[in-house]
DNA sequence: ATAAATGCATATAGTTCTTATGTATATTTG
DNA sequence: CAAATATACATAAGAACTATATGCATTTAT
């Protein structure tokens, strides 16, 4: 396997994220967005990808723009306003995660008050 | 769905630790453990649990001592040598993804040089 | 006595991802 | 200039992991 099942689930909250801090973006673009920012560390599969933003187009997170560059076709991915509201829950979701993950794994951080 | 999509992947990882810290543990104690720790914020069910149980033992990474307490019938796990190894693999593995993670959803850790 | 807790287990289905494959054009390399 | 690589989309089949539901049995609390 390329990468490990940690990272399951975690797809839509990289993507959003992506598109969030870049305004538009379309989906080759965001897999070489990811291997540019991890060093090539994580590998975001097509298979993976477009099942992924049709479902968050289907779901009104995203709209949807074609453009036609160098006679090549490009779908551009833009949040909605619910997609930018439900990039600020999967993002606070991600920092709980890390913070109950922390605490079952490090003794040291077992007190989740802070 | 109770936990967050996040979730999905960790489960062996937190077994494997718990297991590392407490030498040895029956399922349902584990449950109990996750709760406490986390302050009821991950539930870690039965169907999730057992079958990743019988996994782990399958694969050699746990021993299993059933004991009687109480006329009732506990299923004791114990890491192996490989299972410690592999615990070692996996806590490395979860803070790589945190490493990651925040370099994904933060530019202000996109260096993943530190 | 009845409900809740303790303790194990499995089966079905849902979600998410991997792997494989397909189509098409543009660019780079030998 | 032919072949390989990169760009750009897409889907289908299956694997992996988990949620939900259910079942059995005993103990403890109400």
Redesign the pocket.
Known sequence: ???T?L??????TIVLKLLNENDTM???????KVNEITNGEL??????L??????LEAMGLVDVEFTK????????YKLTELGTQETVLKLAELEKYIKIMRALVNPKFRNLEH
């Open positions: 396997m390329k990468n099942s990272f399951k689930g975690s797809l839509v379309y989906g080759y673009e965001i897999t070489q590998q975001i599969t097509e298979g993976a477009y099942p992924s933003l049709h479902k560059v160098n006679n090549r076709t490009r779908k551009y």
